[in-house]
């Protein structure tokens, strides 16, 4: 064969097994070049993030070779995963303003889920479509893919890429907040579990001791007689209340001061365990009268984790004395895992937005109202005690928010975002105020205790409190609990009835203690668990996981543990 022909023939043996090469490699490109774009439409531009998702998709693909060795079946399935969790992430986020973190997955939220197809009624379709149309591109691409990949070497390459994102955590720590953020859908998920993991393999999900040698002495259910009739109970969860006269040089309306004194004149202190946002803290503190603190790295997921496995909690022991329980809950119920948590913890009737039809932030007003017109429909059969939430001073301040409720309304020359908030709180204390007129003038023969409580500060307070202070010395005060930061109030209010036995209402105390204080005011005998936590209240004078640097909060964990009131932690 002539030279010339033999290198045609050569070229085009070459040109063909390129072509060859790229018709079998190309469409594995293809994948790979989708998740990138992906990567730049949903994160954000940043080193932890990019990073998180490139590890993240390297762990995924080698996860799958290791299974099945083909890299473009890896590839495909690695993609789907990807897709399907953005996907779900986003439907989240439209939910409940988050997106998805490891911990949903160590905590399946049966109630959450079953929410987001009754939101989504199509979602179900288009995963049954989405598995059907990856399966024929899985089973097209297991025929057409000619590479394979050692086991040994994508086990080595999976670990590597965890071993990556183990240091990335450790350089740039992953924050619970994050998943506020509309994206990274994928870097939260990695990041977050990088996180929970290493946490939950020191120390699982709750701080308790291993053994202690004493236990509880538990009584029957029905086991509570009180010695005289009574009251009805309504706890407010004053949303992000807080006396603001604590930071220098604030003005504020006459008479201001008088919506933090309770019916003895005394203003009262409450140390919450938030601090600017997650009012689910203070809410796990009211209802199982126990400690966020105790969760650790997990606390921020604590109604989601205490949510059917905390059966302690003010609302069972108020059951135990005949009590009806009502709660009147400002989102939706799957948020953070509400209603499964407050059911857990002895809430019988759980009204969310929906049920009540509330608009996405409402007036205090409308609580009150709708609280009246189901006393007016219970308050025959019994006792009853209503959580009701409140939600109009929530964040942001950067805006007016219904101008028309405060006509004549004139700022004070504190900073807006400062004006708009005592704004708000005033129209909130008036809307109160109100409240307890129509609870006298409409329930004539009627006893009440009224306890409320502002579940944290609100988010500017940290620049107000001790404004020459620098951002890395305001965190430092909050990641070591300074009460500055953390102080509330709690204060009791009674219609027709005068509080039995205040005693455990001191003028300052932890949250976690708030229970008691309501069942000592209305006159109910403890149960067991309240009288023990009793004891720890006057050992320890108010302090609760700040007494003995959480060893009190540890014993009487495992105390609770041993009972079976806390359950799987």
């Not at 219904?402 to 008036?430: A, C, F, H, I, S």
């Not at 005068?498 to 976690?512: F, G, Q």
């Amino acid at each position: 064969m002539p030279p010339s022909i033999s290198s045609l023939t050569s070229r085009w043996a070459a040109d063909t097994g390129a072509l060859r090469f790229l018709w079998r490699a190309g469409p594995i490109a293809i994948v790979h070049l989708a998740a990138l774009i992906i990567l730049f439409q949903t994160e954000y531009y940043d080193v932890p993030r990019i990073g998180s998702f490139l590890l993240a998709w390297g762990f995924l693909n080698f996860a799958w070779l290791a299974v099945l060795r083909r890299p473009g079946v890896s590839a495909v399935m690695s993609l789907a995963m990807v897709a399907i969790l953005i996907q779900v992430s986003d439907l989240k986020y439209k939910v409940v303003w988050q997106t998805v973190s490891f911990v949903d997955l160590m905590v399946i939220d049966l109630s959450s889920f079953s929410y987001l197809l009754a939101i989504f009624p199509g979602l179900t379709t288009y995963v049954f479509l989405g598995i059907a149309a990856a399966s024929a591109v899985v089973l097209l691409l297991w025929r057409l893919d000619p590479f394979r990949m050692p086991r040994l070497t994508a086990v080595a390459g999976a670990l590597a890429c965890l071993l990556g994102l183990g240091g990335l955590s450790v350089t740039h720590p992953f924050w619970p907040e994050d998943i506020w953020y509309p994206n990274s859908h994928v870097s939260n998920f990695a990041r977050s579990g990088v996180d929970a993991v290493s946490a939950y393999a020191r120390g699982g999900y709750m701080e308790s001791d291993a053994t202690v040698t004493d236990r509880l002495k538990m009584t029957p259910v029905t086991a509570c007689e009180p010695a005289r009739k009574p009251p009805h109970i309504i706890m407010v969860h004053d949303e992000s209340a807080f006396d603001i006269r604590r930071a220098p040089n604030i003005r504020v309306p006459q008479g201001y001061g008088r919506h933090f004194r309770s019916f003895d004149g005394k203003q009262r202190d409450l140390i919450v365990e938030a601090a600017g946002g997650p009012s689910w803290y203070t809410e796990y503190n009211v209802f199982a009268g126990l400690s966020a603190r105790s969760f650790g790295k997990f606390s921020y997921f604590v109604t989601r984790i205490a949510a059917g496995r905390v059966e302690r909690g003010l609302p069972n022991s108020l059951r135990r004395c005949g009590y009806r329980t009502f709660s009147l809950y400002p989102s939706h119920g799957a948020f953070m895992g509400a209603r499964t948590f407050q059911a857990s913890t002895g809430v019988q009737n759980f009204f969310d937005r929906v049920a009540m039809r509330a608009r996405e932030v409402e007036p205090d007003s409308f609580y009150y109202d709708t609280a009246i017109k189901m006393l007016e429909r219970e308050r025959s059969k019994g006792p009853t005690f209503f959580f009701i939430y409140l939600s109009a001073n929530h964040f942001p301040w950067d805006y007016r928010w219904r101008t028309e409720l405060t006509p004549g309304w004139r700022d004070l020359g504190n900073r807006p975002v400062v004006d708009e908030y005592v704004r708000r709180q005033t129209l909130g204390m008036q809307e109160y105020q109100q409240f307890l007129e129509r609870l006298r003038r409409q329930f004539p023969g009627e006893r009440f205790m009224l306890v409320r409580y502002g579940d944290h500060q609100p988010d500017f307070a940290t620049t107000i409190l001790e404004p020459a202070l620098k951002d890395e010395e305001i965190v430092q005060r909050l990641m070591a609990n300074d009460p500055k930061y953390y102080t509330t109030y709690f204060a009791i209010d009674a219609i027709n009835y005068r509080p039995v036995n205040i005693s455990s209402a001191l003028d300052s105390i932890e949250a976690p203690y708030l229970p008691l204080v309501v069942l000592e005011s209305a006159g109910l005998p403890l149960d067991p668990s309240f009288a023990e936590q009793k004891r720890i209240f006057e050992r320890c004078r108010g302090l609760f996981y700040s007494c003995a640097n959480g060893a009190e909060a540890r014993r009487f964990n495992r105390l609770l543990i041993d009972a079976g009131l806390i359950k799987g932690l």
